[in-house]
């Protein structure tokens, strides 16, 4: 599948990146912290939170059970995570993924609604919604959630690749997946595979009696 993996890693690596603030231990309890997630397109999600060191080292342990693809175990951890610290989005979002990735399609969503509750406007949240109702055949939904990824941050490129890439394979938009191709291809000109999936898309709008939809 073209969209899976390559946005968990994209996903993971922006949470991964990290606090930039140490939550030390005060008498008036944690100080706070700023979770900054860097996403590809030269802008950041950050959110401050009040976090003890135990907290944040098991949200760091999580993240690399993740990596290693031990998703089990991350789970596990983000569930200690989400419970001592239920606001902190990231270890939502990051259930979400761990949940995708063993097909658990309902707590996937769960986890990532609920990350929406806290921001609602998180735009790695509204991408992940959109892999996990993608996968869950629900495509008009998941064109939905895509969307709105892209209205919040319009340079998430892996947003608009995945939306390419349903437009293109799951609802025969051959516009709207032509439109978010090129779009991604200019803004990530390295990733040439795309260049590949737009010369087949014209191939097959050429041939199209409607000349796609």
Known sequence: MRDSTRTFRVALAAFALGVVASACTTSSGPAPSRIEHALDGGFTVTQDVRVGVGVRGDFEAALRLLEEEEYERGIDRLLEVSEAAPQLVSAHINLGIAYRHTEDWDRSEASIERALELSPRHPVAHNELGMVRRRQGRFDEA?????QALEV???FHFARRN????????LADLACALEHYQRYARAVPEDETVDIWIADLRNRASNSPAGGR
């Open 163 to 170: 939306l390419a890439i349903l437009c293109d394979l799951y």
């Open 153 to 155: 941050a319009d340079d």
């Open 143 to 147: 064109r939905a959630s895509y969307e």
